[in-house]
């Protein structure tokens, strides 16, 4: 079983800034890539930021510049730096990974977490 935990959503004032983490635990031989995708009410759920084991990111273009993803290939865990927060960000932010389920990544399996809130209010 593999478990991706987030924390740090919360609320936080337009212009300000807020930081996710994400640790997956479990039976991992290794994490292909993960990232972070995020869901408004009434919307679909949209990609944020993507990092590869690599280090190659790619990030969604209402989120460019503002927002900076980065990993810690040791922790099996991922960042998101929000800044500049616009309430048009605020959404459930859901983790993601690609996990490797052999040792040559062959097999690859999507995981998510359980999301967490982020709210950018007045």
Known sequence: QVQLVE???GLVQPGGSLRLSCAASGSI???YA???YRQAPGKQRELVAGVTS??????GESVLGRFTIS???AKNAVYLQMNSLKPEDSAVYYCNGAI???SVC???RDYWGQGTQVTVSS
């Open 106 to 108: 062959h097999y690859k």
């Open 71 to 73: 990993r810690d290939n």
């Open 29 to 31: 031989f290794s994490i």
């Open 100 to 102: 490797c389920l052999d």
């Open 54 to 59: 690599g280090g190659s990111t790619n990030y």
């Open 34 to 36: 993960m990232g972070w």
């Open 7 to 9: 924390s740090g959503g």
